[in-house]
């Protein structure tokens, strides 16, 4: 069973940084994609950031040129760096990992990481 295990939330000011990793359980190059999603209170999950095997980094418009993605292949790790913090940036953010098979996407999470951005 795959395990993604978060860290690096908390209460940041706006204009701050946090970083955020996710520790996956088994090599981080055997899933087709991964990325980070968030969910806000009364809100839907969205996705934030992502990167599939092989490519590059997209990311959600409301946070290009603030959040990169990046990945430590010996540590099983995934990372996202976020700077000018906003308030509108708070949300629960989630690790996701994804394998296709036979046309069907398998998906694992993370646990969930709280970040708050007070004004």
């Known amino acids: 069973q795959v395990q993604l295990v978060e860290s690096g939330g908390g209460l940041v000011q706006a204009g701050g940084s946090l970083r955020l990793s996710c520790a996956a359980s088994?090599?981080?190059?055997?899933?087709?994609?991964m990325g980070w999603y968030r969910q806000a209170p009364g809100q839907q999950r969205e996705l934030v950031a992502a990167v599939t095997s092989g490519g590059s980094p997209n990311y959600v418009d409301s946070v290009k040129g603030r959040f990169t993605f990046s990945r430590d292949g010996a540590k099983n790790t995934v990372y996202l760096q976020m700077n000018s913090l906003k308030p509108e940036d708070t949300a629960v953010y989630y690790c996701?990992?994804?394998?296709?098979?036979?046309?069907?996407?398998?998906?694992?999470w993370g646990q969930g990481t709280q970040v708050t951005v007070s004004s």
């Open positions: 996701n990992a994804k394998n296709m098979l036979s046309g069907t996407s398998i998906d694992y």
């Open positions: 088994r090599s981080i190059f055997t899933f087709n994609a």
